[in-house]
C-alpha cells in the first residue's frame, strides 16, 4: 500500500489513473498478467511505472515499459524523469535503437519493442527486471506483437516465471482500446483493470474535398491548411491538432500555413475570447527532441497553437488543450506491396476506428469538434473498419529469424495474438534461406546466429557480414550507418535553391568516380568525418549535420557490435577480384534480392520472380544515365504511378549468377520442416 503517497507534481494527481493507484499496484502484485486499459491520456504510461516504483518493484528488478515508436519512448522519459526530480538518464532512462540513455542508476526505463526483443534474445529470462509493461499495445506493432508471444511462452509456466528469481517476473499490457477480453483469453484469463476514463462528447463533420477517386491524390494537405485556418478564424479558444501522414507533407503544411498567416491580418471578430495570432508546431518522428518539447507547452495567452503531426499524436503521446482535430484522412504505413514483392512505405486511408481515436483527441479538457476533410463516402467506401496489424501486413524475415535464435523453431505455431498468413512466414524462411542464415532444414546457421546481432535489415547485414569476412568492413559499415539513418540530403522548398541542392549533390556523386549511390554515401561519409568544420561541411553540400552526426554514431556501434562477434568463430574469405570492385561485390551478397536488368530505354525489369518494371528514381546519380546501364541493385523502392529504385548500384552479371537461382530454386516446403515435425 503506499497510502503515503505525496507526489509533488499536482498536474499527475488530476489524470483518472490517480484514484485508482494503489488497487492497480496491488493488482500488478496479485497476477502475473494484467492487462490495464484506459483512455489515451489516462496516464497510463507516465503513471503506472512511476506508482510501481514507489511501492517498492525495484528492489527486484527494473521496470522496462515498451512503446512501438522511438519518440514516444524518449518524450516520456523526459517527462517523468521530470516528475520524479531526476536527471534523464538516471533513475529514469531510454533506449531506443542506436541511442542508449540509461545508467547503472535506471530504474525505470522506456524502450522501444525492438530493443526488448534484442534483450530477449541476450538473456530469455529477463533476470534485470521486475516488471515489463508492454505499451500500446493496440497499434498492434510487429516487435510488440512479438513480445507478447514470447512473454506468454516463456512466463506462463511458473517454473519458469520464478527460476532464479527473488520475485517473480511480472507482465502488464496496457491498451487504449476494449479488446480487454482478447488480450485477457490471449494470457490465460489474466485478470483486467479497465481505468474508468472520463471524455466529453466530439463531433464530426465530414468535408467535401476528398472523395473515394482521390485516395492516389496529394491534395489532403492543401485542405487541412485551408481547414486549419477556418477553424482558427471561426472558432473559439482551444488548440488544433492537425492529423497528417508523414514529415515532408507536415513541413510542406506548415510552410503554407506560415504563408496564410503572413498575409492575413488575424484579429478577427470571433465569440470571446479573441483569438489573435497562431502558434504552429511540427510533430513527427525524427524531429530534434528540444523541438518536439516545445509541442507540450501551453502557447502564450491570447494564441493559438496548432500542432501538425503524424498519427504518433493519436495514441502515444497527448497534448494538453487540444479542442479542434482536423483529419486528414491518410496515415503513411509500411505495407507489403504484392506487385513489388516488397514491404513499402505507402500512404494509405485509415481506418474508421483509428478516424475515431483521432478525434477522440479533441474531447480530453471539454467538449470538442473534428473536422474531417474526407466526403462521408470515402468514409463508407474507402476506410476499412480495423487496421490491419503490422504482422500481417510486414515482411517477418528479421522477426522469424530472432524467433528461430530463441530456440522457437517452429515459427508457424508460435502464439501469435492474430496469426500471420502463413505465405508470409514462408516468404520470411526463404530470405533467410537465400541469405544462408538458415539451412535447408530451417535450422538458424553460424552465419544466422552473428546477422541476427544487427539491428538491420539481413540483407544489408549479409553484405557487413561479406565485407567482414574479407577484412574491409571499412567500407561496409559507414554505408550500413547511412541507410540507417533518415533525411541526409537537405531538400529546399524554393525551386532555385533546389536547383543549387541538387547541383552540389551531384558533385557529390562524381567525386567517387564511377556513379554508384552506394559509394556516394561512403564517400560523403568520409569526407564530412576527416573535415576540420564538419558542420560547415555539410552545409556547404546541402548535407543534414543532425543526420551525420547520428550516422558517425551508428557506425561506431556497429562496428562495435563486429567487433564482439569476430572474438567468436567468425568466418574469414579471401577475395581474388578488382579491389575497386569490393564495395559492389559485397553489396550482391546481400542485394541479389533486389537486382534488376534493363529491359527497353529506361525500363528495368526486377529479377525475383515478380518482374516488376521499374524506373531509377530521380534522386539518384544514375538517373538519366540508364542507357549506359544493365544490371544494377537498388535499396529500396518508392510506388506512385511508377515503382521507382533507389539507392541503386550498377553491377555485372557474373557477380549475381551464382546467387539468382536462389531466388527460384527454395524449397519452402522443406524449409519449414522443422516447423511441421
Ligand atoms: P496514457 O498513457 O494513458 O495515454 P500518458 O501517461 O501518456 O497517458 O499521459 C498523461 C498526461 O501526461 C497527459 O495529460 C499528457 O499530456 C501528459 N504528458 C505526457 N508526456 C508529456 C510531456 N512530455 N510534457 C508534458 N506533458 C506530458
Ligand atoms: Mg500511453
Known amino acids: 500500500p503506499i497510502e503515503t503517497w505525496d507526489s509533488e507534481d499536482s498536474e499527475s494527481k488530476q489524470l483518472p489513473i490517480y484514484q485508482h ?13 494484467l492487462v490495464v486499459t484506459g483512455e489515451t491520456g489516462s496516464g497510463k504510461t507516465t503513471q503506472l511505472p ?29 517527462r517523468v524523469a521530470q516528475e520524479m526530480r531526476c536527471p534523464l538518464g538516471r533513475e529514469v532512462g ?23 526483443l534484442r534483450e530477449v534474445l541476450a538473456d530469455p529470462g529477463l533476470s534485470q527486471y521486475s516488471v515489463v509493461i508492454l505499451d500500446e499495445i493496440h497499434e498492434r506493432s510487429l516487435n510488440t506483437d512479438i513480445l507478447l508471444g514470447l512473454l506468454k511462452k516463456i512466463f506462463s509456466n511458473p517454473a519458469k516465471a520464478t527460476k532464479g528469481r527473488a520475485f517473480p517476473l511480472k507482465v502488464v499490457v496496457m491498451s487504449a482500446t476494449l479488446e480487454s477480453d482478447k488480450l485477457s483469453s490471449f494470457l490465460g484469463d489474466c485478470p483486467v483493470f479497465a481505468i474508468p476514463g472520463r471524455t466529453f462528447p466530439v463531433t464530426c463533420t465530414f468535408g467535401s474535398a476528398i472523395g473515394p477517386k482521390d485516395i492516389e491524390s496529394t491534395a489532403y494537405v492543401k485542405e487541412v491548411v485551408k481547414m486549419a485556418f477556418d477553424v482558427h478564424t471561426s472558432e473559439v479558444a482551444g488548440d488544433i491538432l492537425v492529423f497528417l501522414t508523414g514529415q515532408s507533407e507536415i513541413e510542406r503544411a506548415c510552410d503554407l500555413l506560415f504563408e496564410k498567416a503572413e498575409t492575413v491580418d488575424y484579429r478577427f471578430d ?94 480530453r479538457i471539454s467538449a470538442g469538434k473534428c473536422f474531417r476533410i474526407y466526403t462521408k463516402e470515402f468514409w463508407e467506401k474507402s476506410m476499412p473498419e480495423y487496421t490491419i496489424p503490422e504482422i500481417q501486413r510486414t515482411s517477418l524475415t528479421a522477426v522469424v529469424l530472432t524467433l528461430k535464435c530463441l530456440g522457437v523453431n517452429d515459427v508457424i505455431s508460435f502464439p501469435y495474438l492474430d496469426r500471420p498468413e502463413e505465405r508470409f512466414i514462408l516468404e520470411a524462411l526463404k530470405q533467410l534461406y537465400q541469405f544462408d542464415a538458415i539451412d535447408r532444414r530451417g535450422r538458424v546457421t553460424q552465419l544466422g546466429e552473428l546477422m541476427v546481432e544487427f539491428p ?26 547511412m541507410l540507417s539513418v533518415e533525411n541526409i540530403f537537405i531538400r529546399p522548398g524554393r525551386p532555385e535553391k533546389q536547383k543549387e541542392a541538387d547541383k552540389k549533390h551531384r558533385g557529390l556523386a562524381t567525386r567517387v568516380g564511377s556513379m554508384n549511390d552506394f559509394a556516394t554515401l561512403l564517400s560523403i561519409f568520409q569526407s564530412c568525418k576527416s573535415s576540420d568544420r564538419p558542420s560547415a561541411w555539410c552545409k556547404e553540400n546541402w548535407i543534414h549535420w543532425r543526420a551525420l552526426k547520428s550516422a558517425f554514431s551508428v557506425e561506431t556501434q556497429l562496428r562495435e557490435i563486429l567487433l564482439r562477434l569476430q572474438q567468436r568463430n567468425f568466418p574469414v574469405e579471401t577475395f581474388d577480384g578488382n579491389k575497386s570492385e569490393l564495395l559492389r561485390q559485397c553489396l550482391c551478397t546481400g542485394y541479389f534480392t533486389n537486382v534488376a536488368r534493363r529491359s527497353m530505354g529506361k525500363v528495368f525489369c526486377t529479377m525475383d520472380g515478380h518482374g516488376s518494371m521499374v524506373h531509377i528514381h530521380p534522386s539518384s546519380s544514375l538517373f538519366d544515365q540508364e542507357a549506359e546501364l544493365n544490371w544494377v541493385i537498388f535499396h529500396d523502392v518508392l510506388v506512385t504511378s511508377r515503382v521507382y529504385i533507389r539507392t541503386v548500384c550498377p553491377i555485372r552479371y557474373e557477380w549475381v549468377k551464382d546467387l539468382l537461382p536462389k531466388l527460384h530454386e527454395v524449397d519452402v516446403y522443406e524449409l519449414s520442416s522443422v516447423a511441421r515435425e
Open 456 to 481: 538491420l535489415h539481413p540483407g544489408l547485414t549479409r553484405s557487413l557480414l561479406k565485407a567482414a569476412s574479407l577484412g574491409c568492413q571499412d567500407l561496409l559499415l559507414p554505408v550500413a550507418a
Open 21 to 33: 493507484r494503489n488497487k492497480l499496484t496491488q493488482a500488478v502484485k496479485n497476477s502475473p498478467f
Open 50 to 78: 512511476q506508482y510501481l516504483h514507489r511501492a517498492g518493484f525495484c528492489k527486484y528488478g527494473k521496470i522496462a515499459i515498451t512503446q512501438p515508436r522511438r519518440v514516444a519512448a524518449i518524450t516520456v522519459a523526459q
Open 270 to 363: 470571433v465569440q470571446d475570447p479573441t483569438v489573435e495570432g497562431l502558434l504552429i508546431l511540427p510533430l513527427y518522428g525524427s524531429m530534434p527532441t528540444d523541438q518536439q518539447r516545445q509541442i507540450f507547452q501551453p502557447p502564450p495567452p491570447g494564441i493559438r497553437k496548432c500542432v501538425v503531426a503524424t498519427n504518433i499524436a493519436a495514441t502515444s503521446l497527448t497534448i494538453n488543450g487540444i479542442k479542434y482535430i482536423i483529419d486528414s484522412g491518410f496515415v503513411k504505413q509500411l505495407n507489403h506491396n504484392s506487385r513489388v514483392g516488397m514491404d513499402i512505405l505507402e500512404v494509405v486511408p485509415i481506418s474508421k476506428s483509428e478516424a475515431q481515436q483521432r478525434a477522440g483527441r479533441a474531447g
Open 94 to 116: 531510454y533506449q531506443v535503437r542506436f541511442d542508449d540513455c540509461t545508467s547503472q542508476d535506471t530504474v525505470v526505463k522506456y524502450m522501444t519493442d525492438g530493443c526488448l
